[in-house]
C-alpha cells in the first residue's frame, strides 16, 4: 500500500534527512503498510548507489523476513527495512569491523571453536544495539509517528531490542513488538526486554515456546508459529506423489541422469575447507554439483583453482539469468555481489538439488529440510545450529556420509543398494504427518496477530516529538 503525496512534516524527523530512506517512496510505502518489518543483515557502505559494495553479516536474517513479508496475497510483498543499508558513517565503520571479525572466525577451525566457546560472552558484550541504534530509531520514529498503532516485527534480536527500548522510553507500549525468533533456540539476549508487556515472541517450534516461558516470558505473549517458508521453496509433499518424489531419485545408476548435490556456504563463508573436499571428491560421472558461495569471493576462487587442477568441467553462472543446469554439466559455481539478488538464486539451487550439503543453519538447513531434501551436515557452529543438526537427524535427513574425501564412492553405494530411495520415502512421510516445524505458518502468524494487536479505538496515540 502506498501513501499519495508529501509527508507530513513529522514523519521526517530531522535526524533522518541524511538517511537515504528519507522523503521517498520506499518511507510512504513503509507508513502505508500494515506492519514494520526490520532485520539486519548487511552492512552497506554510505554513499553508494549500486549496492555493489555490502558486507554481508547473515543470509538467515534476510531470507527469514524475506519470507515473512510474503504473508499477505498471491503477489503483494510487505516492505522489509534491512537496518544495515542505511547507517551513517560512524555505524558503518563499526559494523564492518564486525562483519569482517565474524567472516575470519568462520573461515577458521580453531578461531571457530573458540567462538563457540565465548559466544555466551561475545554476544552479550558485543555492542550491536549501539551500533544500530540512531538509524533504528529513526526509522522506527519515521515511519510509526502519527499513524494507527501498527506491530514491529524483528528478525534479529539487536533491532527488536532497539524498538522495544525505544517505544518504552516513548510511552509507546500500544504497538507491538515481535521478536521472530530466527533459531529453534533461545539466545539469551532474546529475553532482555521480556518483562515489558507490549513484547512479542514467534518461534518455529513448540519446543522453543515452551524455553521461552521456562525463562520467565508470559505464556500469553510466546505463541509458535513455525518456520517462515519462502513460497519459492513450498513444495508438495502430500503422500499422494510419494511415488513420482521417490522415482526421481530411482533411476538406473551410470545412465544419463545423475544425482543433483547442491553444496551452500553461508553468509560469512564458512566451511570452505569441507566444502573444497566435497568438490574435489564428487564422482562426476554420476553426480553433478552446484556451489553456492554467496557473496564470498575468496570460496569462488578457492573452488575454480581446484577444480582446474583436478580437471573438472566448471562454469560461473550468470546472476542475471535464472539457474540453469544442463545435462552435460559437471560443477556449476554461483557467486555475486549482492545478497538480495542472490537470494532467488539461492531459492532455485536448493529446488534443484536432491543432497544439499551445508552447515545445519537456520536458513539453508531448515530450508532444505521443509522443502524436502537430504542433506549432509558439514561442520555447525554454535550451540544454535548443533540444536537444527539434531532436528534434522531425528526427521531423517541426514545421510550418514562418514569420510567428505570419500563422498562420491559413498553416495554412489549409498544409492546403488536403494538407501537413498528408502531414505525420501522415510523422510516425506515424517515431513507430511509429523514436521518439526508447522506448515502453515501464514494462518498461525495471522492468528497470533489478531490476538495481538489493540482495538482499533486505542491504535492512535499522540505522535513521538521531534
Not at 115 to 140: D, F, N, V
Not at 164 to 177: G, T, W
Request: glycine share 6%; aromatic share 8%; with cysteine.
Amino acid at each position: 500500500m502506498n501513501v499519495e503525496g508529501s509527508l507530513p512534516e513529522t514523519n521526517v524527523p530531522k535526524r533522518l534527512t541524511a538517511l537515504r530512506l528519507a522523503d521517498s517512496k520506499e518511507l510512504r510505502e513503509l507508513i502505508g503498510a500494515s506492519m514494520l518489518i526490520l532485520t539486519a543483515s548487511v552492512v552497506e557502505e554510505p554513499g553508494l548507489t549500486g549496492k555493489e559494495k555490502e558486507l554481508v553479516l547473515s543470509r538467515a536474517h534476510l531470507s527469514m523476513p524475506l519470507a515473512f513479508a510474503q504473508l499477505e496475497e498471491k503477489n503483494s510483498r510487505l516492505p522489509v527495512v534491512d537496518v544495515g543499508r542505511y547507517l551513517l558513517t560512524d555505524a558503518w565503520q563499526k559494523m564492518s569491523f564486525v562483519g569482517e571479525q565474524g567472516r575470519r572466525v568462520a573461515r577458521s577451525l580453531l578461531l571457530r571453536k573458540g567462538h563457540e566457546l565465548m559466544a555466551p560472552i561475545l554476544r552479550q558484550g558485543l555492542p550491536l544495539e549501539e551500533y544500530l541504534r540512531a538509524e533504528t530509531e529513526a526509522i522506527i520514529e519515521a515511519v510509526i509517528s502519527g499513524v494507527p498503532a501498527k506491530p514491529i516485527v524483528t528478525f534479529h534480536y539487536a533491532v527488536g531490542n532497539l524498538a522495544a527500548d525505544f517505544l518504552s522510553r516513548n510511552h509507546r507500549s500500544d504497538i507491538p513488538v515481535i521478536h521472530y525468533v530466527t533459531d529453534p533456540y533461545v539466545h539469551p539476549n532474546y529475553l532482555k526486554y521480556k518483562n515489558l508487556p507490549f513484547v512479542y515472541y514467534f518461534t518455529f517450534d513448540e519446543a522453543t515456546r515452551v524455553s521461552l516461558i521456562k525463562q520467565g516470558v508470559p505464556p500469553e505473549r510466546v505463541f509458535c508459529t513455525g518456520f517462515p517458508l519462502a513460497k519459492e521453496l513450498e513444495v508438495n509433499i502430500d503422500l499422494a506423489n510419494l511415488e513420482t518424489k521417490k522415482q526421481e531419485y530411482n533411476y538406473f545408476l551410470g545412465g544419463r541422469k545423475k544425482l543433483r548435490v547442491g553444496v551452500f556456504t553461508g553468509g560469512l563463508g564458512g566451511n570452505q575447507e569441507e566444502i573444497l573436499t566435497i568438490a574435489k571428491n564428487l564422482d562426476y560421472r554420476f553426480q553433478q554439483g552446484v556451489f553456492y558461495c554467496g557473496t564470498n569471493a575468496d570460496l569462488k576462487e578457492k573452488l575454480v583453482r581446484e577444480l582446474k587442477r583436478k580437471g573438472i568441467a566448471y562454469r560461473i553462472h550468470d546472476v542475471n539469468e535464472s539457474l540453469t543446469v544442463k545435462k552435460d554439466d559437471q560443477a556449476v559455481i554461483i557467486f555475486g555481489e549482492n545478497l538480495t539478488s542472490l537470494l532467488p538464486l539461492s531459492y532455485q539451487a536448493l529446488n534443484w538439488s536432491q543432497v544439499v550439503c551445508s552447515k545445519p543453519s537456520g536458513d539453508i538447513g531448515i530450508e532444505s529440510l521443509m522443502a524436502g531434501k537430504l542433506f549432509v551436515a558439514l561442520a555447525n557452529w554454535g550451540r544454535h545450529e548443533a540444536r537444527i543438526r539434531e532436528i534434522l537427524e531425528e526427521t531423517g535427513a541426514v545421510i550418514p556420509i562418514k569420510n567428505l574425501s570419500k563422498i562420491g564412492t559413498e553416495l554412489f553405494d549409498y544409492h546403488r543398494h536403494k538407501d537413498l530411495v528408502g531414505q525420501i520415502e522415510r523422510l516425506l512421510t515424517k515431513l507430511n504427518q509429523e514436521p518439526p516445524f508447522p506448515y502453515n505458518w501464514r494462518e498461525r502468524v495471522k492468528e497470533a496477530l489478531a490476538k495481538i494487536l489493540p482495538s482499533p479505538t486505542n491504535s492512535l496515540n499522540s505522535p513521538f516529538p521531534v
